[in-house]
């Protein structure tokens, strides 16, 4: 199975090796004395000097570059526990949309409230945060996405802000400024579930859609569902996977159905017994 072959892990891959090749500069000096790391930080982080001097840039640059080891650590952790529920819940395409629409609105926060120099992605990782919290608090939204959205993140903001005030070196003004865009996007953007539902109303009445169209929605619809019942409810787990088989079978292609389990299982949506006890009925 490879449930990590998505953007997910693509963003974290691209930001350790950018970290690491980062401090491999830092063996390196200029005739000036500066190590290169510096100078990339100076040239590639968000500042309102950076700005005021041409830099446009940085506000995009600065979310892949990172001041140590702990801080690389504990954003790719978080990216890592987000990242995923983002993703299948808005899809691939909004998702990168979201991701660095919040981190570049945290970036210029961070400039806009301060003079100091502002790197790292927990803007943009705060930006997952504030789209994940608003969506909790709408009134479509499936139970079984509740208890990883909303109010239970809660904590979780409040203990991360109160670390940025008491805590010297962290941007307080980048974490909020990606928080209250990603609040924003939460609020109006719809999920995929959300957009597939109301374009498959519309669209049947011009004419009807391929199994293969169908079970594109019925996959968009059912991966966020499952992630989210993975470690949950059994029973409510159950009835999601009837409901799935169900849909499934009524496509009556039954190559077409086995390519949606294949994708579930593929990404550790669905188990083997699971796997293979669905596929006996489509």
């Known amino acids: 199975m490879n449930r990590y072959k998505n953007s997910t892990i693509i963003l974290i891959i691209i930001n350790v090796a950018v970290y690491l090749f980062v401090s491999i500069l830092g063996f390196f000096r200029t005739p000036s004395g500066l190590t290169l790391r510096d100078v990339v930080n100076v040239y590639g982080g968000v500042s309102r000097f950076g700005l005021s001097s041409g830099l446009f840039y940085t506000p995009l640059t600065a979310l ?10 504990f954003n790719m952790w978080a990216l890592f526990q987000l990242g995923f529920v983002v993703e299948a819940v808005y899809g691939t395409k909004m998702y990168l949309l979201f991701y660095f629409a919040t981190g570049i609105a945290g970036s210029l926060s961070a400039a806009a409230f301060s003079s100091a120099l502002t790197i790292g992605s927990s803007s943009a990782i705060f930006g997952l945060v504030g789209i994940l919290f608003t969506l909790g608090l709408k009134k479509d939204t499936p139970v079984m996405l509740r208890s990883i959205t909303g109010y239970s993140l809660l904590p979780i903001i409040l203990i991360n802000l109160f670390l940025g005030f008491s805590i010297p070196g962290i941007s307080n003004a980048a974490h909020i400024g990606g928080l209250l865009a990603g609040a924003a996007v939460g609020w109006f953007a719809k999920p995929a579930y959300a957009r597939f539902g109301r374009s498959r109303r519309v669209y049947t009445r011009v004419k009807e859609k391929t199994p293969q169209e169908v ?5 968009v619809k059912y991966m966020p569902l499952l992630n989210a019942l993975k470690n949950g409810d059994r029973e409510e787990r159950t009835i999601r996977l009837a409901q799935m088989r169900s849909e499934l079978s009524s496509l009556k292609d039954e190559e077409v159905a086995s390519k949606v389990l294949w994708e579930l299982f593929k990404r550790d949506l669905i188990t083997q017994e699971e796997f293979d006890k669905l596929r006996k009925f489509v």
């Open 64 to 73: 892949f570059l990172h001041g140590n080891i702990m801080h690389i650590l």
């Open 215 to 219: 079970s594109q929605e019925i996959l």
